[in-house]
């Protein structure tokens, strides 16, 4: 058995090389994620013909080896973010749709290649020129996936795909190509990661020469990327320890670039900080105490004010707004976090519609709330696309759940929802789809309230309590919450020193911003 497969190559160096250490094919599978996470910039980026910038200090001029250098030092500082914060990352193979003309052109090239090696392996004698050099790129491919110390390995690979060696063998009607296949089997299957066993198996099975290479060579380029991705998950740690300064030192060399680089930044804080007086007037308005002017009443402190204005994220306009530059990197992750949000009120608001309206006889069964909540979240799967209706959505809803809710109560020997209860009821799931509905608002307070204490205590402290009302979601919403917290602590490591400093003088009018060193 080969389970401890990636253990065995560190304890014996020699015997088995270790398959996150290839030199070569990490570049390769880097730069393809690299170039995912410079799509996924030029696409958070606002365009700046549909959105008003604010005005700072005026643009300087810089060269254009100066902007190719520093874009490609925020395109690295990307990359290791991705790395740090996506515990998910990893480098995946290339794919082009099947009806996509790269596709069709590729398919054309490579049959062309293995029809012409087929017809030189079935002249007579065989002509090896192209099996030759499919045995050379192999050799080099398993010689990139050895470590330094793999000297024992490296000699047999440079041995027996001997190029020389084998070109005389050819030439001298001597070569034996199923015994160099066969060899080059079981070196891959020493070298390969656990996972892919099954596709080694697979290959000693194909008995034809021209069908065995081609398969070498698929499973050649899915042990390239393992072994990219098993170098990923090996530098993780270390690059999490030193990713804050690195960060911070690369988003500095570009602040000094372009020293309006934090406007939408400084916005997003003072318009936090505006939302923040405000409540605090309307709560001290409708305690009677009367408006406070600012003057008179100490601001909110930076941590607090920092807090909001990360819950503001989480409720912001993607589509028109443009996205503070500190966190723009993770803007997919906020979008993908509001959204899950979002759909937790809805499944929050239905289920406390749904338990209002048929009584605690339901809400008290064991089990039945899951079954709701699965109904209801299935419906609501497709929320994210532009193509989703709410209304339609919360209609099919309102259906399912007096289904399901009369189901129950007969069942278990309830009395049924009358026909003005059941209208009743799918009349406030239908109404939950709009944003000034009184259940939906309380959900939303409660969600957010939730999230705000969690991001006030802190990772290291227990979960804070979830408020009531909220039980069912309970499971979900500490999920999204730990994601949230967890990215915003991060965020925080990183550009505290730059939201410091733009709060001094937002707080302090009267003081400069003095430029924050890495």
């Known amino acids: 058995m080969k389970s401890d497969k990636l253990l065995r190559m560190s304890e014996h160096p020699d015997d088995k090389p270790h398959p996150g250490d290839s030199k070569q094919t990490l570049p390769d599978g880097v730069d393809g994620a690299d170039e995912s996470v410079r799509k996924r910039i030029r696409q958070s980026t606002p365009s700046p013909q549909r959105l008003p910038r604010p005005q700072s200090s005026p643009p300087r001029f810089v060269s254009v080896d100066e902007l190719m250098e520093t874009a490609k030092g925020v395109t690295n500082m990307a990359l290791a973010h991705e790395i740090v914060v996506n515990g998910d990352f990893q480098i995946k193979p290339p794919e082009m749709p099947e009806d996509s003309l790269e596709n069709r052109v590729r398919e054309i090239v490579h049959k062309a290649f293995w029809d012409c090696l087929s017809v030189q392996l079935s002249e007579e004698p065989p002509t090896y020129d192209h099996a030759i050099k499919l045995v050379g790129e192999i050799k080099e491919t398993l010689l990139s996936f050895l ?53 080694i198996k697979k290959l000693k099975d194909i008995k034809e020469i021209v069908p065995l290479f081609r398969a070498m060579f698929s499973v050649l380029d899915l042990m390239k990327v393992d072994m990219a991705n ?97 966190v723009l990197v993770d803007q997919p992750r906020f979008q993908e976090m509001q959204q899950e949000l979002e759909r937790l009120i809805i499944v929050g608001a239905t289920l406390l519609v749904t338990y209002s309206a048929s009584g605690p ?158």
Not at 273 to 282: A, C, F, G, T, Y
Not at 289 to 303: D, I, L, N, T, W
Not at 475 to 483: N, P, Q, R
């Open 147 to 199: 470590l330094p110390g793999h000297s024992r390995l490296r000699n047999q690979i440079r041995e027996v795909l001997d190029l020389d060696l084998i070109k005389q063998e050819a030439e001298n009607g001597a070569l034996d190509i199923s015994r160099l296949a066969e060899f080059i089997i079981g070196m891959m299957g020493t070298l390969c990661a656990p996972a892919r066993d099954e596709e």
């Open 230 to 326: 098993f170098a990923v998950s090996s530098i993780r740690p270390h690059l999490m320890h030193q990713s804050v300064e690195y960060e911070r030192k690369k988003f500095q060399e570009f602040f000094e670039k372009q020293p309006n680089a934090l406007d939408f930044v400084t916005q997003w804080l003072q318009e936090a900080l505006e939302d923040l007086i405000s409540q605090r007037n309307k709560n001290s308005l409708m305690a009677g105490e009367g408006a406070v002017g600012s003057e008179e009443r100490a601001a909110p402190c930076p941590a607090t004010i920092q807090n909001h204005a990360y819950l503001k994220l989480l409720k912001w306009d993607h589509l028109h707004r443009p996205f503070p530059e500190t």
């Open 361 to 518: 006889g339901v809400s008290s069964l064991a089990g039945f709330a899951e079954k709701l909540k699965m109904v209801v979240q299935v419906l609501l799967t497709d929320t994210h696309l532009p193509s989703f209706n709410l209304n339609e959505a919360l209609a099919t809803i309102g259906e399912k759940v007096c289904v399901e809710v009369t189901g129950c109560l007969a069942q278990c020997g309830f009395t049924p929802l009358s026909a003005d209860k059941e209208i009743a009821l799918k009349g406030q799931i239908q109404a939950i789809a709009g944003p000034d509905d009184p259940i939906r608002k309380l959900v939303d307070a409660r969600i957010r309230a939730y999230l705000e204490a969690y991001l006030a205590s802190g990772l290291h402290k227990s979960l804070p309590a979830v408020p009531g009302g909220l039980g069912p979601i309970q499971k979900e919403l500490e999920e999204v919450a730990v994601k949230f917290v967890r990215l915003v602590n991060y965020n925080r490591m990183v550009f505290g020193p730059y939201y410091d400093a733009i709060l001094g003088k937002i707080l302090k009018p009267e003081g400069p911003l003095a430029s924050v060193s890495s």
